[in-house]
């Protein structure tokens, strides 16, 4: 192509306002999962231009700083009537439950809001043994962490955050002399995205709408040198704004350079990638495993299941590894 018929910089940014401004437009016009649309515009729509887009990892650079996460080391405990009293939190009803602790509705009386506390027993993680599916290489220098140093970890990570579709950590409640350590997250959280499987799979929109959410949250982790390992509906929370928020970091991890190199086994087997299951591969790519589990994430959204299933590991890692996916007729 001659210097001529090069475009030049101007097209360039109008070709790619051009492509933005359908894309966004097609994000907003879209109402949510839940029936709720954040924000909604009475104003005439105008042609959205660059300014107008989400900004991107590499903007976010410019936006004023996060407030650092509070953390408490003295706790007092009180038993109300409907609810229990957390230092300045109610806590309330429970709204989820996982295999160390549960999350709470608690209502913070200071800033009269309402949060997620998850709420983990200390004693329970140490009586956990972590270990590796798979031996680590010779000579390797990481050892595996033990359950209630990935949740130390997991706040470790969650403290640096700060990004629309990742959750936000507002404060840690610690106390050494009690067995539960509270992690408070900013905006309340109201259920996962999808529960897998289900008869009732997301329209080709609503799947696009909440896994543009999950691009720009992984997106960002990378960013910041992040290895999410758990990407997976049930880990995708929806938030009261309609959006998704990416949560449990409890088996991330923190790389150095342009990727990590990993070699042991974690996340939920259904959304494992297949380099994870050969034996003579003693490392794969960090962010390679993440785009995998994304791919299957998109794969529930539109069908409802995961594209590989099986009631017994070995026969799930042998259809991951050597079966090609199959995509239902609709």
């Known amino acids: 192509m001659s210097g001529a018929d090069a475009p030049g910089p101007d097209s360039e940014n109008g070709e790619l306002a051009d492509m933005v401004a359908a894309m966004c437009t097609a994000s907003s016009h879209m109402p949510a ?5 954040s924000s909604p515009s009475r104003a005439a729509p105008h042609r ?12 976010r ?9 509070i953390e408490t080391k003295r706790v007092s ?34 800033a009269e809001q309402f949060y997620a506390m998850k709420v983990v027993s200390k004693k329970k993680m140490m009586k956990q043994c972590g270990f590796l ?17 990935r949740v130390y970890q997991e706040i470790a990570i969650l403290k640096k955050l700060d990004h629309h579709n990742i959750v936000k950590l507002v404060e840690v409640l610690d106390d050494p002399s009690e067995d539960n350590l509270h992690m408070g997250r900013k905006s309340l959280i109201l259920f996962a995205v999808m529960q897998v499987p ?32 758990d990407i997976k509906p049930t880990n995708l929370l929806l938030g009261e704004d309609g959006h998704v928020k990416i949560a449990d ?37 960090g962010k390679a495993l993440d785009v995998w589990a994304m791919g299957v994430t998109l794969y529930c959204f539109v069908h409802g299941t995961c594209p590989f299933y ?15 996916v199959h995509f239902p007729e609709t």
């Open 77 to 110: 405990i009180t038993d109300g009537e409907d609810c229990v009293q957390l230092n300045q939190y109610k806590l309330q009803s429970e709204i989820g439950k996982g295999s160390y602790g549960v999350v709470k509705l608690a209502y913070n009386e200071d």
């Open 48 to 59: 959205l231009t660059l300014s107008d887009r989400k900004l991107s990892l590499q903007e």
């Open 33 to 37: 999962h839940n029936g709720y649309r």
């Open 249 to 285: 970091f409890g088996v991330s991890n923190v790389f150095e350079g342009s990727d990590a190199r990993l070699f042991s086994m974690a996340g939920t087997p259904a959304f494992m990638a297949p380099e994870m299951m050969t034996e003579m591969e003693l490392s794969f790519s």
């Open 310 to 324: 099986h009631e017994f590991i070995v026969e799930l890692h042998f259809k991951i590894k050597n079966e090609a």
């Open 61 to 69: 650079g410019s936006r004023a700083a996060r407030q650092p996460t």
């Open 198 to 229: 289900t008869k009732s799979p997301f329209t080709e929109k609503q799947a696009r709408f909440y896994f543009r959410d999950v691009l720009l949250g992984i997106e960002y982790l990378h960013h910041q040198k992040i290895i999410h390992r």
């Open 133 to 149: 599916r798979r031996p680590p290489p010779q000579g390797a220098c990481c050892k595996p962490l033990e359950p209630l140093q």
